[in-house]
């Protein structure tokens, strides 16, 4: 049986960091899928094609992965997410694309927009979903449904018990643990798996300040839009609890978990020291 990792890469939920870490780790083995067109219009059929083109995949990175996936006979897939607290999302979003090179609605928003104008812009019905719901909408696999088209109590379902069905849910915010989680599970299948880290396109802000205080900041700078935006990605939270309690579930289930997260952080300050070192 070949065991396939296929990541659904959500946009700026740390999906460029692990698939960093795929790639460093399973090289030709691993694809950063970016033919966006060609997944969203074969979806299943796309993926079973690559997979029999391609008999070395091992991992498959995708913002537009599909479901149902392919039944492939000899094929077991193993689905990846990352959740993220969805105010805390907000200010990644919003920093990103001010710096991002350009043209897209988002991105022009962001340099012309003061942060709390930019969210309202953000919230609006006729634009992008990218705060609203996103990562409920992306799991459940509405994300390209019309922008006006709001988010159904069928999509948290959905998407709930796809977190709940797999073995490999992470949290932005607790990314070590979720990938000494992540190295369990998936090492008896894939005995060299390393995912070890050097962060990719992180933004640097807020973090220091922790994901409390960095949370209670952005609703601060929200002020009257907060509610609102706390009601538009309710099920964003509901999800995000749920990520954070199957990580606790499964940190428990590990005998050694504090001698594998020390060992997994110095396998990333090796990598970190090697890279300033090339600098």
């Given at each position: 049986?070949?065991?396939?990792?296929?990541?659904?890469?959500?946009?700026?939920?740390?999906?460029?960091t692990f698939d960093w870490?795929?790639?460093?780790?399973?090289?030709?083995?691993?694809?950063?899928?970016?033919?966006?067109?060609?997944?969203?219009?074969?979806?299943?059929?796309?993926?079973?094609?690559?997979?029999?083109?391609?008999?070395?995949?091992?991992?498959?990175?995708?913002?537009?992965?599909?479901?149902?996936?392919?039944?492939?006979?000899?094929?077991?897939?193993?689905?990846?997410?990352?959740?993220?607290?969805?105010?805390?999302?907000?200010?990644?979003?919003?920093?990103?694309?001010?710096?991002?090179?350009?043209?897209?609605?988002?991105?022009?928003?962001?340099?012309?927009k003061s942060f709390k104008?930019?969210?309202?812009?953000?919230?609006?019905?006729?634009?992008?979903?990218?705060?609203?719901?996103?990562?409920?909408?992306?799991?459940?696999?509405?994300?390209?449904?019309?922008?006006?088209?709001?988010?159904?109590?069928?999509?948290?379902?959905?998407?709930?018990?796809?977190?709940?069905?797999?073995?490999?849910?992470?949290?932005?915010?607790?990314?070590?643990?979720?990938?000494?989680?992540?190295?369990?599970?998936?090492?008896?299948?894939?005995?060299?798996?390393?995912?070890?880290?050097?962060?990719?396109?992180?933004?640097?802000?807020?973090?220091?300040?922790?994901?409390?205080?960095?949370?209670?900041?952005?609703?601060?700078?929200?002020?009257?839009?907060?509610?609102?935006?706390?009601?538009?990605?309710?099920?964003?939270?509901?999800?995000?609890?749920?990520?954070?309690?199957?990580?606790?579930?499964?940190?428990?289930?590990?005998?050694?978990?504090?001698?594998?997260?020390?060992?997994?952080?110095?396998?990333?300050?090796?990598?970190?020291?090697?890279?300033?070192?090339?600098?």
């Amino acid at each position: 049986m070949r065991n396939v990792i296929v990541h659904g890469h959500i946009f700026k939920n740390a999906g460029t960091t692990f698939d960093w870490s795929l790639a460093r780790c399973l090289g030709d083995g691993f694809l950063d899928h970016r033919d966006d067109t060609a997944m969203r219009e074969g979806r299943a059929e796309h993926l079973a094609e690559l997979l029999e083109t391609t008999p070395g995949l091992k991992a498959i990175s995708s913002h537009h992965l599909c479901y149902p996936l392919p039944a492939v006979s000899d094929v077991t897939f193993h689905p990846v997410y990352f959740l993220r607290h969805p105010i805390e999302r907000i200010a990644s979003v919003y920093a990103f694309e001010r710096r991002q090179d350009a043209q897209t609605r988002g991105a022009l928003a962001a340099k012309e927009k003061s942060f709390k104008e930019y969210v309202a812009w953000r919230l609006r019905e006729d634009v992008p979903r990218t705060v609203r719901d996103y990562q409920t909408a992306n799991i459940a696999g509405f994300h390209e449904l019309p922008v006006r088209v709001k988010a159904k109590p069928e999509w948290l379902r959905t998407a709930s018990d796809r977190i709940a069905n797999s073995s490999c849910i992470g949290v932005v915010d607790r990314y070590d643990e979720s990938m000494v989680v992540f190295e369990h599970a998936l090492s008896p299948l894939f005995p060299d798996i390393d995912l070890a880290y050097v962060a990719q396109n992180v933004s640097q802000e807020r973090k220091a300040k922790g994901l409390s205080a960095g949370v209670k900041e952005v609703l601060d700078e929200l002020g009257d839009l907060a509610v609102e935006a706390l009601i538009q990605n309710a099920y964003d939270m509901a999800l995000y609890r749920q990520a954070t309690q199957k990580l606790d579930s499964a940190l428990d289930e590990i005998d050694d978990v504090d001698a594998r997260l020390a060992d997994f952080r110095k396998r990333c300050a090796r990598l970190s020291r090697r890279r300033w070192l090339r600098l």
